[in-house]
Structures are given as structure tokens and as C-alpha cells.
């Protein structure tokens, strides 16, 4: 394979002996992160399995000058080690960590600096050489027996190199530290993607590892023999270590298999190291509470049950590397266990991918795209609810159905994962809003999401129902095909907070970033801190309800192209009833305060701030200092519509109870339009 040539100006740098730790993905705390360190001048290396500053393990390997690291080898979601020898651009690399040299590849040259890295996802470490004179990075797949890519990133012979998934997509990425300073480029372009600021001392080793087993990388810092710990990158230290001495290479993975089972692809055996099952199922049958299933890369059609266990852990390579999938029924369907933790697996069926059906589950590092029904699903079985903790997953490429379902008393804590993409099938129209949803949240759940994205839906993203309570923080919804960013619906509490919602919606329509629905009738909806732009319809759609309270977003308002349905709008309280659809009384009760409003684009009359129709449009707009209502650019009479008369098809609604009271129209004329048509 021709190596990828990505080329920057880059100047010579200095010399640093540093071993690379095993990708984030797979250093999990439910498993034990294994922190340790060569020492060069016994030719050992030394494990502490349990991070208690005892010596667990010690093994014999490489030698004075050399450069040691440790990664995925073998494949098996357990480190191993390769000594490089920059003499001789050799790398020895023992695939179990056990000393045995397995495998002895000439790659490199004298100024290189060695690290081992998943650099493609497929559940492999590559061999990674960082230049030291010209900052090039080069990869070399040991199963290729080729260099797959080469990198230009760095200047001026400053930084330390390091690898670690920081954007969770299962491939590492380049680090550079120097000085206290991380910078990391995601893409293998060069670009600097996020910088982080953590140690900085004389002495400092940096070190990347996963301590607190959340999947995500933390910093670390090896200092004569103590290691600080950065979990969440705001620089400061939560965990502190204590093992080695100045001068030793420190090193993290996993190295204790104890308890372990083995799968690989066309295995025949009993499940151990050298002898995997060939089968999940195999392994699922043979797992005792507290077993470890270590699963290689490969495909595997297959149903797999697990029913009634405890502690247990599910171990995929990767879930661009492990695959489960078959042409009927469920992937694997999870019966009422507790605790057990699924990684690096993905889930794809005719049918269903993962099913959780009571017990709780931690899902790490996972994905669904392509069933053809749920993605994932939860729901209470035999009176025993599901909970759901999920990290990094993607709930993507339903082709029919939705990326996941929570059912009856389900319980959902998830943060950095997505909802994208789902109903993928050519037959769904673009009057279809019940298949291809993102996450539906049914019967008594209760959900809480953290900087989750929600895009390119063909239907409503985010729907929550009969008496949920939902809280979505920091996430984003765009591009949501035919219908709305999120949907709040009969006796359900939402609070919304720090939010985006971007075109969501097709044109003419009038969809919505956020709907309240008319049947809406639960103790409130929080809608704060948000963002809308170019909600198709309106930035946020209440129906019904009282206690919505809708404060401090920001509205982008751009009017819709051509002959639009309704008009392109900040908050559209309805407060009216179809009768034809439902004898509900609505009460569309709002308090609506410090927000902004900024029509953009080519602002026209087919546009608005507020937009109150109907006897049940009530509540307060505006107020004093900090509660008034900020409207920039719009034209004359559209912040604020007060009216009786409209809906579809147009006709006398009664008039509207809404107070406005003070707000910052920004000197256009006449804000306010009150509306009263006599019937």
C-alpha cells in the first residue's frame, strides 16, 4: 500500500525515550487498568495490576537504549509488548506481554521514537515511528507488512509524541506534549484539533491512559516514580499513584487475563488464550459472574442470550473491529442481568440489535447502524426495570425502525453519544414522522443525556412521552429530515439546557426545533440556554401546557423560500383546539423571558419573533432588567403577534391572554401587532 504523504513544514526536535500506552477505548476500570514500567538498566518490566504500588508481574524484556511500549498486538483486548531498537530499526513484539518475542519487524531508523498505537480501528495496535528531526509520523500495520500512512505534524523539535482517541471514534490520534501543553490532531492532517493544559515540571514523563475507566482518555503525568492524573482535561489532578522511579519508562494497559474467556474467529477450543470458543455464545454459556469475554476482531452471525448473570463484561476489539450480526431475530438480547458492561462491539440485524430487557447495563464504546428495526431497546421484564449507562455509543442507521427505544420504566444515563441517521430505507416518505426516529422515550422512563448529537433523522430526533422525564444538556439536534428536533408530549417533564437545534425540518412545512404537543398536559417544560437557527417551522411549538418556561435562548430567525405553509417564527404559542382532532382544552401557558431574537438573512414579513393565537395562548413575554426579551432586525410589526384569527384553515380562534410587558425591540416600529378579527 502507498503510504499517505500529508506534508507540513516541520523542524528537528529533541530526543525522549517514551512508551506509548494501549488505546483509551480498551483500558476499562470495571476490567483494572494496569499501570507499571520498564526499567532499563534490569531489562524488566514490572505490573501493578491493581494500581496499589505492589509488583504483580515482572517480565524480562528488551534492553539498554531500546524504547518499550505496549498495545493490542494480538488482537485480544489484552496489551502486549515490542522493544525497539533504533540501532537497528527492529522492533521485537511479544503479542502476550509474556517476554516471548512473536513477531521481529525492521521499520524505523535511528531518530525515530517508537509508539503503538490503533491508528485504523480494526482492533490492532500499528507501529507508530515519530521522526525527531522532521516531525513526520509514520504507521505501519504489521499485518500489511506496510507503512499505511504518513503525517506531517509539529515544529521546531518541541514535544513529547504520544497516542490517544481523544475524538472516541476508535482510532487513536496524535498527541504532542510540551511544557504542560497537549495538543492533538484527530484527523491525520496535521491540524491541531483541541489543546489541553496539564503538568509542565522539569521531570514531567506525559502518559495517556484510561485510569477512571469512563473510555475516555485522561492525561498523566509520571514524576520519579508518581503519577497524576487529569480525568475530565480542566488541568487539575484527580488521582494520584504511586510506583517506579526517575529514569524508568512508565507503561498502561491491560496485562492480567485472570478470569478471562476468549473468542476469535473459526475458533474451536475452551475459550482460553491460546484456544478461544469460536462463538460469543460459547463464551456467554461458560461466563461465571465477574467473567471477562475478550472478543477479536471478525464477524460473528449469530443470536446471542445472556440471562441472569452479574459483573460480567463483554470486551469487543473495537466496534469498527468486532461485529455481530445475523439475517433474523435480535444480536444479542441481555435478561435481566446486573452490571453487566458491553465495549467495543457492533450490533447489526435483520431484526433488533440490542435488546435489554430488564437489569442494568453499562454500554461503552458501542454501535447499532444498520438493523433494521430498534437499534438498541430496553424495556422492564418480569417486573424488572432496565437501566441503561452508555458512553461513546452510536444508536445510529436504523433502517426502518429507531436508533433506540426506552420502554415501560426504563431508565437511560448517556453522555457523548449519538442518534444519527436513522431510517435509511429509500420507502419511508416525507409524510412518515413514526419510522425512522432517533431516541423514543416511552411509558415512565426517565432519561438524562449529556453532549449527545441528534442529526440527520428521517423523522422527529428526540420523542418523549406519556409521563418521562427527560433532561437534555449540551447536545445538539440538526438536519432532522421531516419533522421536529425534539417532541414533549402528554404528562412527560423536559428540561432543556445549553442546546442546539440547527435546520431542523424540511422548508414549507413547519417543523420545529422543539414541539409541545396539544395533548400536552405534564407538570413542565425548562427550555434554557439554547440556540435555534433555521427551525423550518418555529424555534419552539407549545401546544398545550402550563408551566413551560422558555428562558434566555437564542432564536436565529430566517425566513422560509417560496410559498411557506406558516411563518418562520421564535416561539409559536397555539393556543387553540382543533376540535376535529381533539376536544382537549388547550392552555398554552408560557413564561418567555431574557431571550434573544435576531432575524437573519433577508428578513421579510413572513417572519416573527412571538407568534400567540388562540384564547389558551397565555402567560408573560418580557419583564424588568435581565427578563426582558432582546429582538435585533426585524421588520415593522413582527417581534410580537397577538391574534384570534388564524390556524389552518384561518378562522377565529378567541383572543389571546398573554401579557407583554417590557422587553428591547431594538427601535423597530410598532412591535406589536394585536390582531382581532370579529367573527
Known amino acids: 500500500m502507498t503510504p499517505k504523504n500529508r506534508a507540513r513544514s516541520a523542524k528537528s526536535r529533541q530526543s525522549f525515550c517514551l512508551a506509548e500506552a494501549l488505546e483509551p477505548r480498551r483500558l476499562f476500570n470495571a476490567l483494572g487498568t494496569s499501570l507499571g514500567f520498564w526499567n532499563p538498566n534490569q531489562d524488566k518490566v514490572k505490573l501493578d495490576y491493581n494500581n496499589t504500588g505492589a509488583t504483580n508481574a515482572t517480565?524480562?524484556?528488551?534492553?539498554?537504549?531500546?524504547?518499550?511500549?505496549?498495545?493490542?498486538?494480538?488482537?485480544?483486548?489484552?496489551?502486549?509488548?515490542?522493544?525497539?531498537?533504533?540501532?537497528?530499526?527492529?522492533?521485537?513484539?511479544?503479542?502476550?506481554?509474556?517476554?516471548?518475542?512473536?513477531?521481529?519487524?525492521?521499520?524505523?531508523?535511528?531518530?525515530?521514537?517508537?509508539?503503538?498505537?490503533?491508528?485504523?480501528?480494526?482492533?490492532?495496535?500499528?507501529?507508530?515511528?515519530?521522526?525527531?528531526?522532521?516531525?513526520?509520523?509514520?504507521?505501519?500495520?504489521?499485518?500489511?507488512?506496510?507503512?499505511?500512512?504518513?503525517?506531517?505534524?509539529?515544529?521546531?523539535?518541541?514535544?513529547?509524541?504520544?497516542?490517544?482517541?481523544f475524538n472516541n471514534d476508535g482510532k487513536d490520534d496524535l498527541v504532542l506534549f510540551n511544557k504542560g501543553k497537549w495538543k492533538v490532531s484527530y484527523d491525520g492532517d496535521g491540524a491541531v484539533d483541541a489543546t489541553y493544559h496539564f503538568g509542565g515540571s522539569t521531570g514531567d514523563v506525559p502518559v495517556i491512559t484510561d485510569v477512571n475507566g469512563d473510555t475516555s482518555p485522561d492525561l498523566g503525568i509520571f514524576n520519579n516514580g508518581t503519577w497524576v492524573f487529569d480525568f475530565n482535561h480542566d488541568g487539575s489532578a484527580d488521582s494520584v499513584y504511586t510506583n517506579g522511579k526517575a529514569g524508568f519508562t512508565p507503561l498502561a494497559g491491560y496485562f492480567n487475563s485472570a478470569g478471562s474467556i476468549f473468542v476469535a474467529p473459526g475458533g474451536n477450543g475452551t475459550g482460553t488464550r491460546t484456544n478461544p470458543f469460536g462463538s460469543i455464545q460459547f463464551a456467554l454459556n461458560a461466563a461465571g459472574n465477574g467473567a471477562v469475554i475478550r472478543i477479536a476482531p471478525g464477524t460473528y452471525s449469530e443470536n446471542d442470550y445472556y440471562h441472569s448473570g452479574a459483573s460480567i463484561a463483554i470486551v469487543g476489539a473495537g466496534m469498527d473491529a468486532?461485529?455481530?450480526?445475523?439475517?433474523?431475530?435480535?444480536?444479542?438480547?441481555?435478561?435481566?442481568?446486573?452490571?453487566?458492561?458491553?465495549?467495543?462491539?457492533?450490533?447489526?440485524?435483520?431484526?433488533r440489535g440490542l435488546v435489554i430487557a430488564g437489569g442494568s447495563v453499562f454500554l461503552r464504546g458501542i454501535s447499532t447502524v444498520g438493523n433494521v428495526n430498534f437499534g438498541a431497546l430496553a424495556t422492564t421484564y418480569l417486573n424488572i426495570d432496565a437501566s441503561v449507562d452508555a458512553m461513546f455509543c452510536h444508536f445510529d442507521g436504523a433502517v426502518m425502525g429507531t436508533g433506540m427505544d426506552l420502554q415501560s420504566n426504563s431508565t437511560l444515563n448517556a453522555s457523548n453519544c449519538t442518534w444519527d441517521g436513522n431510517g435509511t430505507s429509500s420507502s419511508l416518505t416525507s409524510s412518515d414522522t413514526v419510522h425512522g426516529r432517533g431516541l423514543a422515550i416511552e411509558a415512565t422512563s426517565t432519561v438524562n443525556l449529556s453532549q449527545c448529537d441528534f442529526s440527520n433523522n428521517h423523522s422527529i430526533a428526540l420523542n418523549s412521552g406519556q409521563e418521562t422525564t427527560t433532561t437534555i444538556l449540551?447536545?445538539?439536534?440538526?438536519?432532522?429530515?421531516?419533522?421536529?428536533?425534539?417532541?414533549?408530549?402528554?404528562?412527560?417533564?423536559?428540561?432543556?439546557?445549553?442546546?442546539?437545534?440547527?435546520?431542523?425540518?424540511?422548508?414549507?412545512?413547519?417543523?420545529?426545533?422543539?414541539?409541545?404537543?396539544?395533548?400536552?398536559?405534564?407538570p413542565g417544560v425548562i427550555i434554557q440556554n439554547n440556540i435555534f437557527t433555521?427551525?423550518?417551522?418555529?424555534?419552539?411549538?407549545?401546544?398545550?401546557?402550563s408551566g413551560i418556561q422558555i428562558t434566555g435562548n437564542t432564536f436565529?430567525?430566517?425566513?422560509?423560500?417560496?410559498?411557506?405553509?406558516?411563518?418562520?417564527?421564535?416561539?409559536?404559542?397555539?393556543?387553540?383546539?382543533?376540535?376535529?382532532v381533539s376536544d382537549i382544552p388547550i392552555n398554552a401557558?408560557?413564561?418567555?423571558?431574557?431571550n434573544t431574537f435576531n432575524a437573519t438573512g433577508s428578513a421579510t414579513t413572513d417572519i416573527g419573533g412571538i407568534y400567540a393565537l388562540g384564547t389558551g395562548a397565555g402567560g408573560t413575554i418580557g419583564g424588568d432588567g435581565s427578563l426582558q426579551n432582546t429582538f435585533i432586525g426585524f421588520p415593522t410589526g413582527t417581534p410580537i403577534t397577538i391574534t384570534n384569527f388564524g390556524g389552518a384553515p384561518e378562522e377565529v380562534r378567541g383572543d389571546p391572554t398573554v401579557s407583554v410587558l417590557a422587553n428591547n425591540y431594538s427601535g423597530t416600529p410598532n412591535p406589536v401587532t394585536v390582531r382581532h378579527v370579529t367573527p
Request: glycine residues 14%; charged residues 10%; aromatic residues 10%.
Open 59 to 165: 517480565i524480562s524484556f528488551g534492553q539498554a537504549g531500546d524504547q518499550v511500549v505496549a498495545g493490542a498486538f494480538a488482537g485480544n483486548t489484552l496489551s502486549g509488548l515490542a522493544d525497539y531498537n533504533p540501532s537497528t530499526h527492529t522492533w521485537k513484539i511479544s503479542n502476550n506481554g509474556d517476554g516471548v518475542i512473536n513477531q521481529t519487524i525492521a521499520f524505523g531508523n535511528l531518530q525515530s521514537i517508537a509508539l503503538a498505537g490503533d491508528m485504523t480501528g480494526n482492533g490492532y495496535a500499528d507501529l507508530v515511528t515519530y521522526n525527531r528531526n522532521k516531525a513526520i509520523w509514520k504507521v505501519y500495520d504489521p499485518h500489511q507488512h506496510a507503512v499505511i500512512e504518513q503525517i506531517s505534524f509539529g515544529s521546531g523539535g518541541l514535544g513529547i509524541p504520544l497516542l490517544g482517541d
Open 322 to 351: 468486532v461485529h455481530i450480526t445475523n439475517s433474523s431475530g435480535d444480536a444479542m438480547f441481555i435478561d435481566r442481568d446486573t452490571n453487566t458492561y458491553v465495549y467495543g462491539i457492533d450490533f447489526a440485524s435483520a431484526d
Open 474 to 522: 449540551q447536545s445538539t439536534f440538526e438536519n432532522n429530515v421531516t419533522a421536529d428536533g425534539a417532541f414533549v408530549a402528554s404528562t412527560s417533564r423536559a428540561t432543556f439546557r445549553n442546546d442546539t437545534f440547527v435546520n431542523n425540518g424540511p422548508p414549507l412545512i413547519g417543523a420545529l426545533g422543539i414541539e409541545i404537543s396539544n395533548n400536552y398536559t405534564g
Open 534 to 545: 433555521n427551525s423550518r417551522g418555529a424555534g419552539v411549538f407549545v401546544g398545550n401546557g
Open 556 to 580: 436565529n430567525i430566517t425566513s422560509n423560500s417560496g410559498p411557506s405553509v406558516l411563518p418562520t417564527l421564535g416561539i409559536d404559542l397555539n393556543g387553540f383546539i382543533d376540535t376535529s
Open 589 to 594: 401557558v408560557s413564561t418567555i423571558t431574557g
